[in-house]
């Protein structure tokens, strides 16, 4: 299933005031040109007050959001990213009778483009942003590219205490991160985050190209990761 709609807000919100014992699932979704970079949260998907939400082989593309390009979770207890896939959009400029010219053109669409810069954009992380209250996250043969946070978190923004962030055998490519984090960014927690056979390539940020911890309380675990061209 597909939902193509251009700059219309969340394809899917989730609310729940009394943090019921459900759980939530998306499948087998491509989820497409959602949000507005002001809108306060979530691009393409805003959940609060869950206890489980599983994404699986969830295909976000080209989604902008204040916070969260794609998505935004508060008051979620447990989250499971399971073969999803998060790709901006290339930015090209051409020349048209003479004078330069800038398209967005979604990532897939434009392999042969000269690509001057990426945005799947968000202030605070590009694709995820954790909000408020412990969170467990998994993430699993994730495929992350040209994902762009104007502040911190290329990929994911993690501003909250007592998460446990797991990442095996995904890709992180040319994200970028204007001040810190240019796939992940974990901001004054008290956090698990282990990572385990995934590649960084060609991520971007002025503090911590790949991962960037602000933050003493954080058990950080990295193993049979490669790190390649990050800056």
Known sequence: MKFLKAQEQHAASMESNSNLNITIEMRNLTLQGFGYLE???GGAVYVSGVKQVLFDHVHFTANTGRTGGAVFL???ADVVFR???FSGWFRVILAVNGYLTTYWLVASTCLSCRVLSADN???????????ENAHNVVI????VSRCLAYS???FLHAGVTNNHITVNSSHFFMNEASNQGGAFYLHDLNNDFAVTSSQFIENRAYHGAGIHLNTNNADLVVSDCDFIENR
Do not use: I, M, P, Q
Not at 140 to 143: F, L, S
């Open 74 to 76: 508060r008051d979620t």
């Open 39 to 41: 809108d306060t949260g």
């Open 152 to 154: 911190n978190g290329g």
């Open 121 to 131: 954009a968000a202030f605070e992380g590009g694709a995820v942003y954790l909000e």
């Open 140 to 143: 699993v043969d994730g495929e």
């Open 83 to 85: 073969a999803c896939s």
